[in-house]
T-cell receptor, first 113, second 114 residues
Framework: DQQVKQNSPSLSVQEGRISILNCDYTNSMFDYFLWYKKYPAEGPTFLISISSIKDKNEDGRFTVFLNKSAKHLSLHIVPSQPGDSAVYFCAASEIQGAQKLVFGQGTRLTINP | DVKVTQSSRYLVKRTGEKVFLECVQDMDHENMFWYRQDPGLGLRLIYFSYDVKMKEKGDIPEGYSVSREKKERFSLILESASTNQTSMYLC?????????????FGSGTRLTVV
């Protein structure tokens, strides 16, 4: 039972354009949502997060949007750069308990020059 | 620079062997986690610990156990390795109540069971 789903295994975007990565979740108890970036042979690195009381959070080129009614979040990267090529994971957590993260399957983003 | 260190980057073990994966963090974090990453499945939680000598099962604990004798160290044990445990294993740590700041992950251990 996949509580967090990333339905696009891969995405290819031209350098300078906007990259949009999508994520859906099923558990309405999730309160926190995060995006991680992972390069090959490295651990995931934290990118940006949002709590359920907000619908948008921005950090430089990265913006995360949350639509609670649709149980959907997205990550926008603009402008996309070659160094953004990586696997991106979305993750979610409840505010109660151990606050463990549930991850999606990941989307491989390739930025083409 | 804060760190989560996993003792091995690559391991090759034989079926039936007992395997120890070690993880050490230097950030005085209370929470520590073990995930495995497999293509198409993302990261799945095996076990986590929120204090010394405390442990809880994650989503896929079968075939694994853990040990946390000291705050900075969290070990994952494969009691009898099997080929379906071939995977990338990732250790992470976090402060209690700091979910929005994210976990800090180690670089991972690529385990191959032959």
């Amino acid at each position: 039972d996949q509580q967090v789903k990333q339905n696009s295994p891969s995405l290819s975007v031209q350098e300078g354009r906007i990259s949009i990565l999508n994520c859906d979740y099923t558990n309405s108890m999730f309160d926190y949502f995060l995006w991680y970036k992972k390069y090959p042979a490295e651990g995931p690195t934290f990118l940006i997060s949002i709590s359920s009381i907000k619908d948008k959070n921005e950090d430089g080129r990265f913006t995360v949007f949350l639509n609670k009614s649709a149980k959907h979040l997205s990550l926008h990267i603009v402008p996309s750069q070659p160094g953004d090529s990586a696997v991106y994971f979305c993750a979610a957590s409840e505010i109660q308990g151990a606050q463990k993260l549930v991850f999606g399957q990941g989307t491989r983003l390739t930025i083409n020059p | 620079d804060v760190k989560v260190t996993q003792s091995s980057r690559y391991l090759v073990k034989r079926t039936g062997e007992k395997v120890f994966l070690e993880c050490v963090q230097d950030m005085d974090h209370e929470n520590m986690f073990w995930y495995r990453q497999d293509p198409g499945l993302g990261l799945r939680l095996i076990y986590f610990s929120y204090d010394v000598k405390m442990k809880e099962k994650g989503d896929i604990p079968e075939g694994y156990s853990v040990s946390r004798e000291k705050k900075e160290r969290f070990s994952l044990i494969l009691e009898s390795a099997s080929t379906n445990q071939t995977s990338m294993y990732l250790c992470a740590s976090s402060l209690v109540g700091q979910v929005l700041g994210g976990y800090t992950f180690g670089s991972g251990t690529r385990l191959t069971v032959v």
